[in-house]
């Protein structure tokens, strides 16, 4: 909805966010009621850059955090506002926050793309907050924050491309490898493989020395003999 | 502004603040607008109280906080947001947040009625918070206040012999297919491999699957009929 991309620039704009990445926006870009609620923030203090899809939205991106009410059991950190905030703070740039439609929130394959999950204290008796509020939250969270906390000593993370190559490259050995049986069980395994690499925070170099093991490993010298 | 009045309600509510008070609201009350933006708040979570002057609707309160970006120059404590709520909370029954209407903000006169201002941290090139986020931020700050926070619920967590195991396991096939080239190397990628599936923090389920995904890949259908 534009009105709520409008409200979330505007609130961006007040404490300082100036960063804004729309996957898919529903009603096109621009958005005269995004304009219209954003009060001027759209006009200079926010830049606002639209994406195909949110693969292409974090290809640059080292860490990211989804906002959502319902873990689904995935195995990620849960974080509340400020402790997601002083973990973007501590990272640096090549850091976002995702938001999902109001009403029906991220989907599963975009929560599954996360570092971690941001969940908010609300009242479990009514608990839907509204997408501009949510990131208004984030926003204020971030603001007051510790300020640029101590870069903590990290070696050079990889990209998110990377690493979803990386876990791309596994699958589609694993599915040349008739690993994925019965067929039904595919997407909760993918869902848990792309879970547990993007948790690891690979480092380039770990990347890479991955990538080769799984090379080695598919076409071993006993593989390479049978060809 | 009805929509605001609603927005507000319906942060309130999902931060557990039930207690609304409105003072001579421009557009009437009840207001359809802000029925719409409460999306249910006000049947029910929050209940709103309609005054026709400031001085009646705190009549009954002990400590009073006004919201504002001015304090011009009076003589009161100036709290941010989370300040703010933890006097609040302190304080017990009786206590209120002033806000003013969204473009003009509060009078002098309201501002002079509270014992202290909360003021937000807001970006001076764009300070002018819309009404209902700044409500959205006080409420979460007040949720956020105090009170011991709900333990995070984690996953169970794979032992440290099943993390190592892993890696052993890995690292066998690693060798066997002639991954280790040259040998100085091994050591190095030892401990970088280690370190990945370490920090990744894996479940027994995660173990488990990446095991067998190990094994699909040594000994995957062409390599098995090579041997």
Do not use: C
């Not at 304009?35 to 949110?54: N, Q, R, T």
Request: charged share 25%; no cysteine.
């Amino acid at each position: 909805m534009g009105e709520n991309i409008g409200a979330a620039a505007r609130v961006m704009a007040n404490f300082g966010l100036a960063d804004l990445r729309l996957v898919a926006p529903r009603d096109g870009w621009p958005n005269e009621k995004a304009e219209a609620m954003a009060a001027g923030a759209l006009e200079g203090p926010v830049s606002a850059a639209v994406f195909a899809d949110l693969d292409a939205a974090i290809a640059d991106l080292t860490y990211v955090v989804a906002a959502t009410a319902r873990p689904r059991h995935l195995e990620k950190p849960v974080l509340v506002p400020g402790e997601a905030a002083g973990e973007l703070r501590a990272r640096g740039a090549g850091t976002a926050v995702l938001f999902g439609a109001e009403k029906s929130g991220l989907p599963n394959e975009a929560v599954a793309r996360a570092d971690a999950i941001v969940t908010y204290p609300v009242d479990s008796a009514f608990p839907s907050l509204n997408l501009a509020q949510a990131v208004g939250v984030f926003a204020y969270a971030w603001a007051t924050g510790a300020g640029p906390a101590e870069p903590l000593a990290r070696p050079e993370p990889a990209s998110k491309k990377e690493t979803r190559d990386l876990v791309d490259h596994l699958l589609a050995e694993l599915e040349e490898a008739r690993f994925f049986f019965p067929p039904e069980k595919v997407e909760m395994m993918e869902l848990n493989v792309r879970a547990a690499f993007d948790r690891a925070g690979l480092t380039s170099q770990e990347v890479s020395t991955l990538r080769g093991a799984i090379k080695a490993l598919a076409n071993g010298p006993k593989r390479r003999r049978s060809e």
